[in-house]
């Protein structure tokens, strides 16, 4: 089923854009871990619209009700499941029903796929909206995880023309203030250059994509399986589930074609008793196992379809070609949203390579 995921740990999502909630049920989560709930809802705040002029002005307050697997405020090692109400829709903005599908959006796909019975109000079940609840999942990862040395950060390494340095070039970047910004960058003062490119496409009724960065450092090495459950194939999986995931790449990626052996591999050295690489072009996976290195990926994004510019569609009612104009709230740049979601999935992936890991042991 396309809305369930993990063997070891169970999500099933549900819900839509403009119904009455949306939400999650996670199976599998460890017992007896008390949850920091202020850290919980600064996760979902990151997430949550109408923050600024780049974001949709759609006010949601995405306070999650949590309705099973917790007990004074600690998980109980039941299914955790938790809804988020949708409280500002506007469904009249989407017509009366399907007819002029939105270049870029899942109108038509999904209008062919459910035999025309799907949801289409505000994108239904294919809505970034549905990323609320996995940012609440992923929150709750991020917090087992830290409890065994694990961080997860990333950053907007690229947004549109203009980019940010690399974790792979800085393997000691601070982290510790990416969280608290907007627009997460390495480079100091880059965020304003950022802005300023969004606000550009803003002003054209357009909309711009780019590439977010993520580290994920204090794994062990042995986390993952070759083949269909390697690293990459699980992390992948969750990344491109993100609506907007257009290319995922690990290490040095797509730039490995442009490397010969002697420069791509990393050379293993003893330090302090411990196996380490001098390099990490491989983004601390070798045969789809994490080596101990950073785990270090990025995600292009694509540029957010709603724009206020007329473009050229289809009516489904007529079966004639015709001009769409897209009325709506919609962000000019679904970055900043962007990167708390993909540190939620990353959580995820890891959470569950980390019980398979387990299992592998009993």
Request: charged letters at 20%; one cysteine or more; proline letters at 5%.
């Amino acid at each position: 089923m396309s809305s369930f995921f993990g063997q070891h740990l169970h999500l099933a999502l549900f819900g839509q854009s403009h119904g009455e909630a949306i939400g999650i049920t996670m199976d599998g989560f460890p017992a007896g871990m008390t949850i920091d709930m202020d850290r919980l809802a600064a996760e979902m705040k990151r997430r949550a619209p109408g923050q600024s002029s780049l974001t949709t002005p759609r006010k949601e307050a995405d306070v999650p009700e949590i309705l099973s697997g917790v007990l004074d405020g600690r998980t109980t090692g039941q299914p955790i499941c938790a809804i988020i109400r949708n409280t500002n829709t506007r469904s009249k903005d989407y017509g009366e029903g399907v007819d002029l599908v939105r270049p870029g959006h899942a109108d038509y796909t999904g209008h062919v796929r459910y035999y025309g019975f799907e949801d289409w109000r505000g994108g239904g079940h294919f809505s970034g909206r549905l990323t609320a609840p996995i940012v609440f999942a992923g929150a709750l990862c991020s917090q087992w995880l830290e409890s065994q040395g694990v961080q997860i950060a990333s950053h907007i390494q690229r947004l549109g023309s203009v980019i940010d340095d690399s974790f792979m070039d800085h393997p000691d970047a601070d982290v510790s203030g990416l969280k608290a910004m907007h627009l997460p960058v390495l480079r100091q003062g880059l965020d304003a250059a950022m802005e300023q490119e969004a606000m550009q496409a803003l002003q054209a009724q357009d909309s711009i994509g780019g590439v977010i960065e993520c580290r994920i450092t204090g794994l062990p090495a042995g986390l993952g399986a070759p083949f269909f459950d390697s690293v990459e194939s699980v992390l992948s999986h969750l990344m491109f589930s993100v609506p907007a995931v257009k290319g995922v790449e690990f290490g040095e990626g797509f730039g490995f074609a442009a490397l010969r052996g002697s420069q791509a591999n990393d050379p293993f050295r003893m330090e302090e008793g411990k196996v380490v690489t001098t390099s990490n072009h491989s983004g601390g996976v070798l045969g789809g196992i994490t080596s101990g290195m950073p785990v270090i990926f990025r995600c292009a994004v694509r540029a957010t379809p709603s724009i206020g510019q007329t473009q050229q569609t289809v009516s489904l009612c007529t079966g004639e070609n015709a001009e769409l104009n897209i009325h709506g709230r919609h962000d000019p740049c679904i970055l900043p949203r962007a990167v708390p979601v993909i540190e939620a999935m990353a959580a995820i992936g890891v959470m569950e390579l980390w019980k398979e890991r387990q299992a592998c042991v009993k």
